[in-house]
């Protein structure tokens, strides 16, 4: 009996997998850059030619791009397909805020609860991290906007579970514009910053206690605070525009 002979797959399909599975799982993030050639090809033990092809074929798939000069980087904008058309409309619509929040119930809920899971002790470090340079950009709306997200960017990793990493990444503009919104609406309640600090601390300590019903509970909780806020505060703002539409009309 004669049997067939298995065929090779050829190095550049090898490598262009493994760049795949990186992008994949978030080791290599949109919009960053790979290392130079030379270096990227001694780190597979491949030869340069075998490294461009497949470098040239995640550009023909989208995934990578070229600047002239100016090396090769992940596609920066992966998702913006899905995210973009709806960014300026759920930004302006008050009750796709709140939408937004029940979404980020069910979703960061279960990032945190699998992130307890199966973080490993890399990723709980990370996550510490990016909780700090929540606190550290507390004076700074914008960057404290960015850090958030980036926090739970960093929960999704943690999770280990590529769906719930691309949804974040996919979503990261839409959501970065609601944390900012929320942030400056929870302002006008003083206590409310240290309030929010200590719930994400306790989040932390439930992923970190690899508590995986603790961890989706202090996320619930968070999250619920920041509703409660958000709804006292637009009841106030409908209240005071009652009281000087009266004050129009008596006048």
Do not use: C
């Amino acid at each position: 009996m004669a049997y067939k002979k298995i065929a090779q797959p050829k190095i550049s399909d090898v490598i262009m997998k493994q760049l795949e599975q990186m992008i994949l799982e978030g080791s290599l993030q949109p919009g960053e850059k790979l290392p130079p050639e030379r270096e990227l090809a001694n780190q597979f033990q491949v030869s340069r030619p075998s490294l461009r092809e497949a470098i040239q074929k995640l550009e023909a798939k989208g995934l990578l791009s070229r600047k002239q000069g100016g090396g090769t980087y992940v596609q920066a904008q992966l998702w913006q397909s899905l995210a973009d058309p709806i960014i300026e409309l759920m930004t302006n619509d008050s009750e796709s805020q709140y939408d937004l929040l029940e979404f980020r119930h069910a979703t960061e809920g279960m990032m945190a609860y699998f992130a307890a899971l199966r973080g490993t002790d890399t990723d709980m470090q990370q996550i510490a991290n990016a909780l700090n340079e929540v606190e550290a950009a507390h004076s700074d709306v914008d960057r404290e906007s960015r850090a958030i997200v980036d926090f739970y960017r960093t929960i999704a990793e943690a999770s280990h579970n590529v769906t719930m990493l691309h949804l974040v990444l996919s979503l990261s503009t839409v959501l970065a514009a609601n944390v900012k919104q929320n942030l400056n609406l929870m302002s006008r309640r003083e206590d409310a910053a240290e309030v929010v600090n200590r719930l994400r601390r306790e989040l932390l300590q439930a992923i970190i206690g690899r508590d995986p019903e603790a961890a989706r509970q202090a996320s619930n909780d968070h999250l619920a605070y920041i509703e409660e806020v958000l709804l006292a505060v637009r009841q106030e703002d409908s209240r005071l525009q009652r009281s000087l539409r009266r004050m129009r009309k008596d006048s």
